[in-house]
């Protein structure tokens, strides 16, 4: 049941007493939305322009969607992971087919989808291009957003950010955004990942320079480093297109998504994850792989352990196909 409502003033100051001081809102408060349009506690109607930061890529109550939630519980409210629901299969070959990658790991938000990537990377970096332990190296870009736990926030260039939450994770070294030069600089032996928002989003919306998503794909595969794509923001139509390296013909090692999926897919729940195009990691004692298999087999352990491509499918027109170098030495030694 909902409670009567209060007028606007009563209500940011009941919001302001009891809330933890993290965000400064606008002082709006919603009570009814429908498409593009919100409509205040005094009836007061907005052009919600935000689209909660992309979680509304279809508006407010789409109806399409109202009536695939609603079909949904009436059959399933939960599962855990410890089962395979009806809907989980299809959601994952839908969605890997959508970005033409292999894998799909679902999650609950977008920074687990960031973090996963660290620890994807760090252990491809270990198991697969041989750094030294403890001393894998992340690239970032300066006033990046990827989200507010510990150790993203560790590689964060926004003081109130990392203000009074040190100390920090170590690992992460931070380069000017659309600086090629400074990036192929900062790549070293011990480099497993460049991690990037194709278009930074909190730092103000910034579009890189031309050629510069290219440029990070030639050298991660010309350097053997991953290329993680945060998309989180920019992904799933938000620029015109499916994702904002789309617009440089470039595909990323793995793609990092969250917010639109809980407004566009009606066979789960809002998940986010993290998606990838490759093997990225197989286990420390795998040999390389044979011609005939190409890569390692599936194996128990972590999930992270062994991910095997599931096909073939064609990188897009024009795109530097994913590690490239890396994949060239395991040819050469097959």
Known sequence: MIRTQLRTPDALAEAEAYTAHNYHPLPVVVADAEGA?????????????????SSLNFGHRHPTLIEAAKAQLDRVTLTSRAFVHDQFGPFCHELAELCGAD???PMN?????????????????????????????????????????????????????????????????????????????????????VLLEPIQGEAGVLV????YLRGVRELCSRRDVLFVADEIQSGLGRTGRTFACDHEDVRPDLYLLARPWA???????PWSGAVTCWACC???????????????ARSAGPWWACWPPASTRPAPPNSVPCCTSASARWSATA
């Open 37 to 53: 349009w919100v409509t205040d506690v005094d009836g007061k109607r907005y052009l919600d322009c935000l689209a909660g930061y």
């Open 263 to 269: 407004a566009a897919w009606s066979r789960s729940p």
């Open 109 to 193: 938000t977008g920074a687990e989808a960031v973090e996963t990537a660290v620890k994807v990377a760090r252990a491809w970096g270990y198991r697969i291009k041989g750094v030294r332990p403890g001393q894998a190296k992340i690239i970032v870009a300066a006033d990046n957003f990827h989200g507010r736990t510990t150790t993203i926030i560790s590689f964060s260039t926004d003081p109130q950010s990392r203000a009074d939450f040190g100390p920090y994770t170590p690992g992460f070294v931070v380069v000017p955004y659309g600086d090629l030069a400074a990036l192929a600089e900062a790549i070293d032996d011990d480099t497993v990942a």
């Open 103 to 105: 894998l799909v790991l």
């Open 282 to 296: 197989a286990p420390a004692n795998t040999a390389p792989p044979s011609a005939a298999t190409r890569w390692p």
């Open 208 to 211: 890189p320079p031309a050629g």
